[in-house]
C-alpha cells in the first residue's frame, strides 16, 4: 500500500488538478429548424442531419394495435 512520505500543500496538489476541468459545450445551430443542437449529432427537435431527415418523428408511425 502506497504512503506518502511527506504532506502534499494545497498548492501542489490544486496545480496538479489545474487542467482536469471540463471544457464548455459548443453547441451549433440546426440548419432545417434553427433549434441549437450538439455538433455532428441529430437535430432533437426536427430529427434532421446535414439537411436530411434521418429518424422519423413519433406522430408520423402508425403502429397497428396487432403489431403492439
Known amino acids: 500500500m502506497a504512503v506518502q512520505q511527506n504532506k502534499v500543500s494545497k498548492s501542489r496538489r490544486n496545480n ?13 445551430e440546426c440548419e432545417n429548424c434553427g433549434e441549437l443542437k ?19 418523428a413519433n406522430d408520423e408511425i402508425d403502429l397497428d394495435d396487432d403489431a403492439a
Do not use: F, G, M, T
Open 38 to 56: 450538439r455538433p455532428h449529432h441529430i437535430c432533437p427537435s426536427c430529427n434532421h442531419y446535414a439537411s436530411r431527415e434521418v429518424i422519423a
Open 16 to 28: 496538479r488538478r489545474a487542467h482536469d476541468s471540463l471544457s464548455a459545450a459548443n453547441p451549433n
